[in-house]
């Protein structure tokens, strides 16, 4: 079973600073890696698809990258909007899995 | 622009069978996409439940198959989630989304809040 494992944790920036956020998968080849945000009390929102393509509305502060097992989140010019948490999450093997997310507190 | 709605008990006794429905406004749950359930536990992450394409198909979560049952509706246009012997472990809010596999989960629900108690 494949895994995704975000790191770190939780995370504390100023506004206008740049988060770079990581999510690893324990196994090769991670397929259709997409990123989320979640504020309290709503759905989660799709930010990143297929690991970098910015979903309709996303701002070009989000930008996705990376390939094989690791991938990263980074959001530059962070504003107080941003503080939220966020997931990954990988299309394999038939399923949807999840990583554990990041809390960004701005 | 397709909405997504879920509907269905906020409270289910234990080794009761939960079940859930989503309506789908905006476009056909018969159309060529996959509708996915979801849950959350309070503070906890995501964990996926399963799938149904418009035309019937199902996956499902390993952990969860044996309890589990997704469908489509055509007639109502929407599709449902059971989960038999519901217990504790299983309050949460459960979510649907569409699913476009490469694309992410692009829409979803508000959220329906289940609670598991006597």
């Known amino acids: 079973e494949s895994e995704l494992t975000q790191s770190p944790a939780s995370l504390s920036l100023a506004p206008g600073e740049r988060a770079t956020l990581s999510c690893r998968a324990s196994?090769?080849?991670?397929?259709?890696l997409a990123w989320y945000q979640q504020k309290p009390g709503l759905p989660p929102r799709l930010l990143i698809s297929?690991?970098?393509h910015r979903a309709a509305d996303i701002p070009d502060r989000f930008n996705g990258s990376g390939s094989g097992t690791d991938f990263t989140l980074t959001i530059s010019g962070l504003e107080p909007d941003d503080s939220a948490v966020y997931f990954c999450?990988?299309?394999?093997?038939?399923?949807?899995?999840f990583g554990q997310g990041t809390k960004l507190e701005i | 622009q397709v909405q997504l709605q879920e509907s269905g008990p906020g409270l289910v006794k234990p080794s009761e069978t939960l079940s859930l429905t989503c309506e789908v406004s905006?476009?056909?749950?018969?159309?060529?996409?996959?509708w996915s359930w979801l849950r959350q536990a309070p503070g906890k992450g995501l964990e996926w439940i399963g799938e149904?394409?418009?035309?019937?198909?199902?996956n499902y979560n390993p952990s969860l198959r044996s309890r589990v049952t997704i469908s489509v509706d055509e007639s109502k246009n929407q599709f449902s989630l059971k989960v038999t012997s519901m217990t504790a472990a299983d309050t949460a809010i459960y979510y649907c989304?569409?699913?476009?596999?490469?694309?992410?989960?692009?829409?979803w629900g508000q959220g329906s809040t289940v609670t598991v108690s006597s």
């Open positions: 297929d690991t970098s």
């Open positions: 989304a569409r699913d476009l596999w490469a694309g992410g989960l692009d829409v």
């Open positions: 196994q090769t080849a991670a397929a259709f």
């Open positions: 999450q990988q299309r394999i093997n038939w399923r949807d899995t």
């Open positions: 905006g476009g056909s749950v018969s159309s060529n996409n996959w």
């Open positions: 149904v394409h418009g035309e019937g198909s199902t």
